[in-house]
DNA sequence: GCACACTTGGAAACCGCTTTCCGAGGAGGT
DNA sequence: ACCTCCTCGGAAAGCGGTTTCCAAGTGTGC
């Protein structure tokens, strides 16, 4: 491996000079012992080593990025969100998926401190267990106090910068579209009940549904993904004519439950999801749903984690109900 | 930020006993001193920092991985699939996207090398570009003489460990089960001519019509993407009785373009893609194609990139045909 | 032509950790 | 009881850079 001491012996300058010239050091260099140096580093192919420059340097310019699982479309445009955002900086990105384990997210918070990232982002879903947020506070707070910074998408439960999607308001927002409709009978295929988003997003459903004078939706859990959505379908009774999965994830799955089963949507059901991811837009039937910025909220994240503020902006993304063919009016 | 130093003291040893306690050393320390210096690290909130480490290691435990697009779900399953395997491993992984521009490809390899990871995988197809190729080959080939692992999925044109998926053949075999379908006028959606695996499926589609007697199929450029799909499906003319597009995503946007113009699929034309997409199984209709194995092909790249072997290893994958609802028998 | 500030190159300390090399103490063999 | 071998703790030399501090050289104002 060449090292910066190698070049610097080539082009007969010090190590000094030669940190000067290849790294970007505020101190000028003369025109002539540039040109060698810069000549020597292009012929023995000289790669700065960034442990010894962050170590030295004190700061690194990588980022790291916890998400629950890159495949899920949602995340996917989250993380590419962020990721272009950081590029922009000059920044690299470290990506931990956790597969829903919160324990892996306290882990990966561990590590990517030992790594003195420049900035976290938790992308994702917080859990209603107060125990295991404690431990991921505490966590964070630890990475904080030595100078790290850090941002959230999701829940605003962790004391740091948050980009927090409007899940209550936004299902809210939606079931009063589909009453608007001429639907009373709902069912919410609500996911886990210990994932805030999914809790959030079920309660502001159900909550507008009240204050409208309709009855409660048949709630059903299950699985955040694809195939929980799938399951938690077969479980839709008869009288209900119209269907909120709390993600559109879940919804694709409530669909080809649907389909298999030929029941027709929308004439005999209606469904709805959550996010609008955008790899669905060619689903049949397209898909009513809430639209987030996914990929705005992971930039805006990122810059949130960067800003050097030290008071905790916590900002609200609003949702906008999106109605396609999934759903008809009734009657 | 704590410092082993600092754990050091608090406990009463010297450095290098605590950095024996700490990090995995091969040597023992005694019960004693052992726990406290555990307790010392635990009661400072002690972080290893592994720029350090890394730098007097050697070596780091991390891994890259370049993709053009994470929001495309054939990379997000195979960078999800090394993930895991690197996961296991106990390696972190720093991703980077290129967005599809080989610079941006050639400047992450020597970014990657700065940073000393233990391997690097670049996914994705190569350009057809010999200049391109060859500039990233020398830079693979900078940092692999400094004891850097490298690994490809695609085409084996770096000279380094290569899991290459079977597009040729692949793309024969389709072109056969679709011709046994009575098929004979064909269309290929065939992605960019420069992109290595676009042009090899498509080459391996029209060699084998051209094995069986069948007419050349007709051949439309475009983008790699979902809206190139849609874009070429406009090309497509009318005595075609069946479209292959290069890849999944571009078929679902030809599908998407035949359904705004009234063209029924199957029952007008059929249409298949390449690569089986896991998230589009609910897609209507679903989609004929070519099955890839993404998530092992991405854990197989990252073992074959830590493998301690010095030959260079090619490893074929094949595809597997998969007939559903997008194609029908014809006559 | 001289004092002065300003620029530029180099020596060396330091970043935080690993690991080699020593030395001391204890266990085991005879 | 003596010698050897082994175990375990500590001092110190790196790992590859950055940056501070000096010293020498350069140009300017009078």
Redesign the pocket.
Known sequence: ?????DVARQA??????A??V??G?T????A???ARVEQAADELG????IA??T????ASNVIGIVVHDLTDPYFAALADGAMRAAAIQGLLVMVGTTHRDPEQEIAYVATLNAQRVRAVLLVGSRVADPAVTGRLRDELARYRSGGGRAACVGQDLLGVDTVAPANREGAAELARALAGLGHTRFAVLAGPPHLVTAADRCAGFAGALEDLGLPAPHVIHGPFDRDGGYAAAQQVGEETTCVFAVNDVMAVGALAACRERGIRVPEDVSVAGFDDIVTLRDHVPALTTVRLPLKAMGARALELALAETDEVAVEQVAGEVVLRESVRRLG
Do not use: K, P
């Open positions: 491996m060449v090292t910066l001491e007969g300058v010090s190590l000094a000079t940190s000067r290849l790294n050091s101190r000028q260099v003369g002539a012992l540039r000289y790669r700065a080593n010894a420059q170590l030295a340097r004190g």
